[in-house]
């Protein structure tokens, strides 16, 4: 199968409110193939929301964690893997993301902040101006989802179905 070499078929990143989860899931059905998120395998481990773990540990604990999770996923190789969205900000982690096939999605501003809206467990947009935040957070990062890229496919103003169809024909 696709993931035989003991890679993940894809590897999905992007910002919050990109649709990583939502789209790898559908993508993961879409070609018959698992799907695994590092938030939820961090979760899993230190069993608490992530959201904690930032308030608790600080963030710097939550992104040693992230790279060490993120590099254990990228070795065991399943299909549709997505990562958290700032994981990429560890110079490591584009290392080793230079091996792999990735789909980064994009989302403008606001859309990102409706999808966002829907979830109250995004630590880094829980401050006083989550919108002024978030649109720092794009532009600080998208010229990295664009660097660790294969493939790039925004997400705005399209429903998943249309997202899924458009990345199954740029993959
Ligand atoms: C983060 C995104 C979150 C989660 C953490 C930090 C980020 O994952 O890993 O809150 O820095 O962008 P999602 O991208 O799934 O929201």
Redo the contacts with the bound molecule.
Sequence with gaps: GPDADGRPFVVVVG??GSG??TIGKLLARRLDLVFADT?AVIVERIGRP?ADMFTTDGEDAFRALEREVVAEQLRAGHGVLAL???SVLAPDTRELLREHRVLALDVNLSDGMRRTGMSTA???LAGVNPRATFRTLLEARAAIYREVATVQVDTSRRSPNQVVAAVLAAL
């Design positions: 910002p919050p990583k989860s938030d992530i958290g969205g700032g995004r630590p880094l």
